[in-house]
């Protein structure tokens, strides 16, 4: 079964999402876990490559018999050029403007503003941080306790002050056009609040996979939970 990429920008619950549809029937189960700023963080086979800007991939052969699911952020394209033939997903971005504060919300809640929840994935995202770092003394500045919009702002020898941070939390929250590949489903990050029972059906029709419904409840009740 060709692989089942899942494509989204960061602050869409995009993990959480491929979390969900791996549970199904019809899907390997991701391993995954949830942090203590209650974002979902999984483990797929490709140990989250397809997340960073340059992937360091070492092509795989899929499950047989079922989808593995892979999450990326806007590398579905480079994915089929490595892989050949894949499913795809799009997590559209939502042009409602309460929708869209909301995501910048949790981009900066739960990914920016927090320090890396385990030392293996501080390591990954400092050796991430290292293939573009302008500031040579990069690693003698930093320390776990750091969250990574310092973090970012370090390895480019930008001091993290309040008005640096400010600036750049507002270019990295910056939603951007949406990417010019023929997905075989787009789901409208709207209907991840609004509309689950299309989404249900829609990936059924699609994939075949039967997803439960209940399981993507929690994007509606964690959006009322910030507005209350």
């Known amino acids: 079964m060709p692989f089942l990429f899942v494509d989204y920008d960061a602050g869409a619950g995009g993990e959480y999402f491929c979390s969900i549809v791996s549970q199904a029937p019809e899907c390997v189960n991701l391993k995954n876990f949830i942090t203590e700023k209650n974002r979902t963080k999984v483990i797929d086979r490709f140990n989250q490559q397809f997340l960073l800007s340059a992937p360091n991939i070492q092509p795989l052969e899929s499950h047989a018999s079922r989808y593995d699911v892979v ?45 890396e929840p385990t030392d293996a994935m501080y390591i990954g995202f400092v050796k991430q941080l290292l293939e573009s770092a302008t500031n040579p003394n990069f690693l003698q500045q930093i320390n776990p306790g750091m969250d990574n919009l310092s973090l970012r702002l370090v390895s480019r020898g930008i001091e993290p002050s309040d008005e640096n941070r400010a600036k750049w939390a507002d270019r990295l929250t910056r939603t951007w056009p949406e990417p010019q590949y023929a997905y075989d489903l787009i789901v409208p990050y709207e209907q991840l609040i609004t509309a689950p029972d299309q989404i249900v059906s829609d990936l059924k029709k699609t994939f075949d996979i039967t997803l439960d419904v209940e399981l993507l409840q929690k994007y509606r009740t964690d959006f009322d939970a910030y507005y209350s």
């Open 71 to 115: 999450p990326t952020h806007r590398q579905t394209e480079l994915a089929q050029q490595l892989l050949g033939p894949i499913n795809s997903i799009r997590i559209k971005n939502p042009t409602d403007v309460v929708l869209k504060n909301y995501i910048r919300d949790q981009l900066l809640s739960k990914v920016l503003l927090v320090t």
